[in-house]
């Protein structure tokens, strides 16, 4: 059976490249062997999501005379005996023997039995790993740009830092909705600013005062530099209409990729939609707030249809807090939302993991996840007996760390 696969490059990926003069080089032995600290992490999740983890690895050396290949077998037994590796295959070549299979060549690549190659990814910290990936045609190539002294990749998918992060983009790429980062914590933005699976960012009045947040003009500031591109969306805190106009024009003036929230309604139950219109067709990039009911997202539709690139945040997770089930609802919202190709629709204040699933599977194209979410997000494919395990284990040392006794322990002691 044809299988996805993630194709690994070694040294640099899984473990500690030796650099020298700042190229990479292998680990002499296996006591010079360093497993790095995220990979046996990055390596469960992506095989409880159903990819083949195979290793392809170059080692001129061998052929070179500069090392022994029973050194080399030792040291893949140990990151065998260590990593949920399914096969690891290696060239021996050198660049004198013309081979096919040493990268960026892709014959380790096409050889390796039952990998479904459009489905796969290959995973490398140098250009030889990418182009081999690309040369045998996989779905996707993520460089891990470790600093080297040598040409960085022109062909990668998606540049990360860390295998962490390379798991964190695979696991969601097949995802069309969006993940948009919600806080107000600089050091949370800085964080998910680092994550390539981060799409773009939300904050609100509530979230900023939590975080202890002073000067409004300074948080956006600090916010935009450091995001780069991505959307961002801040919100006016006035109740007057004409007032939220003046603020959201200000908000906006911040940066191009700024979007300015603007409830549905103020505090009065007065309708925004003509300040949205008048907002949308000026060229300010809206993000209707507080929507709850497919009326209200009709209403924003209308208004923001024509103009420029918009959002409406359907907080779904409330709707979900009042016992109505919010998948027919965003579903209803994601049709009518196809009459203005301009907006896009946001399933906001998401409670659990899979509301991220059901937003995909009705079409909306964000999400918004606190750092609670994104961390469960990390437990897509968990086995569940395993769970149910870590689970009981879990109960079992909250009751030992807080002493609890009952009469007739003692027999069982």
């Known amino acids: 059976m044809m299988q996805p696969t993630v194709f690994l490059d070694r040294d640099g990926v899984l473990n500690r490249a030796v650099v020298r003069d700042g190229k990479p080089h292998s680990p002499a032995s296996v006591d ?20 083949r983890l195979v290793v392809v690895t170059n080692q001129p050396d061998v052929a070179a005379g500069r090392q022994r ?11 065998a005996a260590a990593l949920p590796i399914d096969e690891i295959r290696v060239c021996y070549h050198d660049d004198r023997d013309r081979c096919t299979c040493r990268k960026p060549a892709p014959g380790l690549l096409l050889q390796t039995p039952g990998a479904d190659l459009p489905r ?33 990749p022109d062909d990668a998918s998606i540049r990360v830092t860390s295998l962490s992060d390379a798991a964190d983009w695979i696991l969601t790429r097949h995802l069309r909705v969006k993940i948009f980062a919600d806080g107000a914590a600089l050091d949370e933005i800085r964080t998910w600013a680092a994550r ?31 995001i780069g591109e991505r959307p961002i969306s801040f919100e006016v805190f006035s109740d007057n209409l004409g007032e939220m106009e003046s603020q959201a024009r200000e908000i906006a003036s911040w940066g191009p990729n700024v979007y300015v929230k603007i409830p549905i309604t103020n505090t009065a139950g007065e309708p925004a939609a003509a300040l949205m219109n008048r907002l949308a067709l000026s060229g300010v990039h809206v993000n209707v707030t507080a929507v709850l009911t497919v009326g ?11 103009g420029a690139a918009s959002m ?16 027919p609802i965003v ?69 030992v760390r807080a002493g609890f006794t009952l009469k007739g322990d003692a027999q069982f002691a």
Not at 69 to 79: D, G, N, Y
Not at 198 to 216: C, E, H, S, W
Request: glycine content about 6%.
């Open 331 to 399: 579903s209803e919202a994601v049709a009518l939302a196809r009459r203005a190709p301009s907006v896009e629709l946001i399933w906001a204040s998401p409670r659990e993991a899979l509301n991220v699933y059901q937003a995909n599977a009705v079409g909306c194209q964000i999400i918004t996840a606190t750092t609670d979410l994104l961390a469960k997000l990390s437990m897509a494919g968990k086995d569940l007996a395993a769970f149910s395990l870590e689970t009981v284990k879990m109960f079992r040392d909250d009751a």
């Open 69 to 79: 290949r029973e050194v080399v077998e030792a040291i893949h037994a140990a990151l």
């Open 32 to 51: 010079e062997l360093v497993i790095l600290p995220d990979a046996p992490d990055a390596l469960r999740r992506l095989a409880r999501a159903g990819y």
């Open 196 to 226: 390539p699976d981060i799409q773009g960012f939300t904050t609100n009045p509530t979230l900023m005062r939590k975080a202890g947040v002073r000067d409004y003009t300074q948080f956006a500031r600090d916010a935009l530099a450091v």
């Open 120 to 152: 796969s990814v290959i995973v490398g910290d140098r250009w030889r790993d990418i182009t081999a990936g690309r040369r045998a045609g996989v779905g996707a190539a993520v460089w891990i740009d470790r600093a080297y002294n040598e040409p960085a």
């Open 312 to 327: 409406i945040s359907i907080f779904a997770g409330r709707i979900a807090d009042t016992g109505r089930d919010p998948v």
């Open 296 to 306: 209200q997202v009709e209403s924003a539709v209308a208004a923001l249809a024509g």
